[in-house]
């Protein structure tokens, strides 16, 4: 039996990952809470009544903070929505008390579920979450830059009109400002990109800045991003049901890999399974990508030191 719960269950971000994970069938029961009774139970039903057509998966939903109690995965997407104006960090002081309460709530009725924190800044709240929950690196981790690289990969495969099911590429560091492309093993059908004669770096940089931008764009065209993010999700929480151990780029405290110790969460190439963080895949990088980490970590220090 495996049961998921999404706190933010009624919003953009929780839907959609709800119905992604629906499509999937690797989950028994779907529990969505939110502070909204009405929306929840009409979202719950909207759910339920595909569920003929895509999975036998038990939907549940309410306001009860006690509906996290017997989940496996607890994915936190609830927070204040960002501007299109706004930076990630003018969001932290709002959507602490928000990771606050739910990882209390978390102590009371669920300490030993896997953690997936999704709101934004993710770095910054996945740490605060570390703190306030179990301090258990492999449980209480972050989406960080799943969904970069998943935008990543789609937009490198857009502008050379590839299938971007074949794209392989990562964005490190900080979901922000200071994500680091690792172009040393970006490679397209297992073929580095550098290889690959039609590619160019004025190209692939402009790739990176429209990565970079994506979330401001979409919150600019249609208030906020939800299917991609959901995916991005379903990828992680797959993962772990499944025991893939696959490498995904969520946000963890490290444990001194690639050189950085704690008091930090960022994203690395991490080997997630059924006991949530596995492990971290140790990658030559080059010395420019490794200096791009190092300051990713920095710049989250800062940040966090300046607001907690």
């Given amino acids: 039996m495996s049961r998921v719960a999404i706190v933010g269950g009624a919003g953009r971000v929780g839907v959609s ?26 979202e719950r039903l909207d759910l339920m009544h595909s569920t003929s057509c895509l999975s036998n998966t038990r939907v549940i939903a309410g306001t009860d903070p006690k509906l996290l109690a017997g989940a496996d995965i607890v994915v936190i997407p609830a927070g204040a929505r960002r501007k299109a104006d706004q930076s990630r960090l003018d969001l932290v002081r709002t959507n602490f008390s928000i990771v606050d309460k739910w990882m209390q709530t ?11 924190i999704v709101v934004n ?11 306030m929950g179990s301090k258990n690196r492999q449980k209480v981790f972050g989406l960080g ?25 990562y964005l490190l560091g900080e979901h922000g400002d200071t994500m680091v492309p690792i172009w040393s093993q970006a490679n397209y059908a297992g073929m580095l990109l ?28 249609k208030g906020g991003a939800g299917w991609a993010v959901g995916v991005s999700c379903t990828e992680v929480v797959r993962s772990i049901i499944l025991d893939e151990k696959r490498v995904l780029c969520v946000s963890s405290v490290p444990d001194g890999s690639y050189g950085i110790e704690g008091n930090v ?18 990658v030559k990088l080059a010395d420019e990508e490794l200096e791009g980490l190092k300051r990713s970590a920095d710049a989250l220090r800062a940040n966090y030191a300046e607001i907690g």
């Fill in 145 to 169: 830059n799943v969904m970069d690289t998943v935008r990543f990969r789609s937009i490198i495969a857009e502008k050379y009109g590839w299938d971007p099911r074949q794209v392989d590429a």
């Fill in 194 to 221: 550098d290889n690959i004669n039609c590619t160019d770096r004025e190209t692939l940089d402009a790739a990176y800045v429209e990565t970079r931008k994506a979330g401001s764009e979409v919150i600019r065209l």
């Fill in 17 to 42: 990952f709800a119905f992604d994970l629906l499509k999937e069938g690797i989950c028994h029961e779907l529990v969505l809470i939110d502070i909204l009774e009405d929306p929840v139970q009409g």
């Fill in 265 to 282: 969460s960022l994203s690395l190439p991490t080997i997630v399974g059924r006991n949530g963080i596995e492990g971290y895949l140790d």
């Fill in 106 to 116: 978390l102590n009371e009725v669920n300490p030993d579920a896997i953690v997936l």
């Fill in 121 to 131: 800044p993710v770095d910054t709240l996945t740490y605060r979450a570390f703190l």
